[in-house]
């Protein structure tokens, strides 16, 4: 809008803003976007998909065992409350065509509509889980008390 118009309702002065508006050369065609292939520009977060505990929410590792139990809390992994399909506002508490209520949703069940949900989440860390080394293979690194001295008093060395 100019800033000498008064009022911005249509009928107001749009003479004159017809005339600038065929004054205006017309924009040159752009060429098409070309879809960026590749990998993805270090600016933009990554997914990944992980299987969380429901109880304690702790990251479970790939390859786990969806009949077994949680690593951390005990929790049954077989159970409703890590179902795919377990909605509280569904009728049974569950999306599926289930034909009674199972309970308890914290214990394990032989429901054969189970599927274990996984989440996508964006991947902030500093290296992923899925590739980070076991404890098993990484060795246990001693303490290093004068490390950050040392290195103080290296800077001023002559």
């Not at 304690?56 to 929790?75: E, H, T």
């Not at 293979?137 to 001023?156: E, G, M, S, Y």
């Amino acid at each position: 809008m100019d800033r000498d118009r008064k009022y911005r309702h249509k009928g107001y002065r749009d003479a004159e803003s017809q005339d600038k508006k065929s004054e205006r050369k017309p924009d040159a065609p752009r060429p098409p976007k070309q879809e960026q292939f590749g990998p993805r520009t270090p600016r933009m977060v990554g997914t990944v998909t992980r299987g969380r505990c429901a109880n304690c929410g702790a990251v479970l590792q790939p390859g786990f065992d969806p009949n077994g139990r949680c690593p951390r809390c005990q929790f049954e992994l077989h159970s409703c409350k890590q179902c795919r399909y377990f909605d509280t506002g569904a009728q049974f508490e569950c999306t599926q065509p289930i034909p009674e209520r199972i309970s308890p949703k914290d214990a394990k069940n032989n429901c054969t509509f189970y599927e274990f949900r996984m989440t996508v989440e964006k991947d902030t860390a500093p290296t992923s889980y899925a590739h980070a080394p076991s404890a098993a293979q990484t060795a246990p690194v001693a303490p290093r008390h004068n490390d950050a001295r040392k290195a103080f008093d290296d800077l001023f060395k002559k």
